[in-house]
């Protein structure tokens, strides 16, 4: 069926390294996808997007990969800090009549110092 | 600060109890939504509004009641409530109905809501 999962539930980095959190989709219909970062008491905050005709997008310290041929994204996180800390969603868009966003489970990143 | 605020953060009820969360946007956004995430399992969308109207119930159970009375507010009526509803309930915005792609959803921190 349609789901969007996460390939890691948890991932351990070391402060300044580069974080590489990766996410499968399987509905090729869909045409856009996001990323949320979601902190401990508090709500998924938007971090970046892509659509589909696109295969890289970069933002502040933020990289969003899409792989259409084999359906997977990532995010990948420069210098990683302490304050990244945090649980990652992706989420694609497959449109539909109405429009939803499904989410995957999450992958919670821990940065050590 | 996102824009959106959500109140209770916390709140505790009996399966005989009837509350109600808030939600309030200050985005001037068009659209809002209920989202539940439970422990382990995927943001799961329970209800959608455009412009104060319901265009989608996922297939929630009636003891959950939403209200929508004018675009910057919604509620979450809550009756009856059973001790596997407990989890987080979030709220969100966007600027308009996510149909085409492109829309972002702005979320509140969220109600942590335990059924004893």
């Known amino acids: 069926g349609e789901s969007v999962g996460l390939h890691l539930p948890t991932l351990s980095v070391q402060e300044g390294d580069n974080s590489i959190i990766n996410c499968a989709y399987s509905?090729?219909?869909?045409?856009?996808f996001i990323w949320y970062k979601q902190e401990s008491g508090k709500g998924p905050q938007f971090i970046i997007d892509i659509r589909s005709n696109m295969d890289k997008r970069q933002g502040q310290r933020v990289t969003v990969l899409l792989n259409k041929t084999v359906k997977h994204l990532s995010l990948q996180i420069a210098a990683t800090q302490p304050g990244d800390s945090a649980v990652y969603f992706c989420?694609?868009?497959?449109?539909?009549?109405?429009?939803?966003?499904?989410f995957g489970k999450g992958t919670k990143l821990s940065v050590k110092p | 600060e996102t824009g959106v605020t959500q109140t209770p953060r916390h709140l505790v009820m009996g399966m005989t109890n009837k509350k109600s969360l808030k939600c309030e946007q200050h985005?001037?956004?068009?659209?809002m939504y209920w989202y539940k995430q439970s422990a382990k399992k995927p943001l799961e969308l329970m209800f959608v509004?455009?412009?104060?109207?319901?265009?989608e119930n996922n297939s929630v159970p009636s003891r959950f009641s939403p209200e929508c009375p004018n675009s910057s507010h919604l509620f979450l009526h809550l009756h009856t409530l059973q001790p596997e509803d407990s989890a987080l309930y979030l709220c969100?915005?966007?600027?308009?109905?996510?149909?085409?792609?492109?829309?972002?959803?702005?979320f509140g921190s969220g109600t942590q809501l335990s059924v004893l």
């Open positions: 969100a915005s966007s600027q308009d109905r996510l149909q085409a792609g492109g829309e972002k959803l702005f």
């Open positions: 509905n090729s219909a869909s045409d856009y």
């Open positions: 985005l001037g956004h068009n659209a």
């Open positions: 509004y455009s412009l104060e109207e319901r265009v």
């Open positions: 989420a694609e868009n497959y449109g539909g009549s109405q429009g939803n966003l499904i």
